[in-house]
């Protein structure tokens, strides 16, 4: 199975973002997600993550409070929404199949005034 994200852009502080992870191959409502995101120069971190009980999610301490991760089995599709977006935000944003480690190609969010 693979995973493909879109919805990035070029933002303003303050905005808000929502991104999205189409999964196919796979049977998607059995599977854990979690985003990530990578800014220049530094590590990739951990943003969220929803676990296939929807109501499971956990939440980095930077996302806590303005992102919220939700899933559409329906449509295979993981979604992140991003509120009050902030400079420090900027980065190329990833989705993790977890247990089957599988990565999407990335999507980039940049905030800039």
């Known amino acids: 199975g693979h995973i493909v994200e879109s919805g990035g852009a070029s933002v303003q502080p303050g905005d808000s973002l929502r991104l999205s992870c189409v999964g196919a191959g796979f049977t998607f409502s059995d599977a854990a997600f979690s985003w990530y995101r990578q800014a220049p120069g530094k590590e990739r971190e951990h943003v969220a993550t929803i676990y296939s009980t929807e109501t499971l999610k956990e939440y980095s301490d930077s996302a806590n409070g303005r992102f919220t991760i939700s899933r559409d089995n329906r449509r295979s599709t993981v979604y992140l929404q991003m509120t009050d977006l902030k400079p420090e935000d900027t980065g190329v944003y990833y989705c993790?199949?977890?247990?089957?480690?599988?990565w999407g190609q990335g999507t980039q969010v940049t905030v800039s005034s």
């Open positions: 993790h199949r977890m247990n089957y480690d599988t």
